[in-house]
């Protein structure tokens, strides 16, 4: 999982795929639709494309409190026209996915679906 986080697509190499006896059990809710494999469970690179800010999780977990530091200010806008997606989204990530046969991966990042999670 260490290795994963710090594996931005385009940039850190292949995805990393967690065995099924370390999953718990359970895909992530992405795990299917972007190519798990038979026999390897999904895979894993850097968490800002699906969990940007991993409150989610910390509550999921049972988490009583939880403390979000963002980077970006309260008032930024995330979706607007300004940031229709560019490089990194439409031609980076969506070739990394493709290459390794992560097409549901390859559309979520198309159609900014980080982004759509930040600004939520």
């Not at 594996?7 to 992530?28: D, E, I, K």
């Not at 026999?39 to 939880?66: F, K, N, S, W």
């Not at 963002?70 to 806008?77: K, L, N, V």
Request: proline content about 7%; charged content about 20%; some cysteine.
């Amino acid at each position: 999982c260490m290795k994963a986080s710090m594996n931005v697509p385009g940039l850190a190499g292949p995805p990393q795929y967690l065995p099924p006896h370390q999953a718990g059990g359970t895909l992530h809710r992405l795990g299917e639709q972007w190519g798990a494999m038979s026999g390897r469970c999904e895979p894993l690179v850097d968490a800002l494309l699906y969990e940007p800010i991993p409150y989610r999780q910390a509550v999921a977990d049972g988490a009583t409190h939880v403390l979000v530091l963002r980077t970006r200010a309260e008032d930024a806008e995330v979706l607007g026209e300004d940031n229709a997606g560019g490089v990194w989204e439409h031609h980076i990530c969506g070739n990394y996915f493709r290459r390794y046969g992560l097409h549901g991966a390859a559309n979520f990042m198309k159609q900014l679906g980080d982004k759509r999670i930040y600004a939520e």
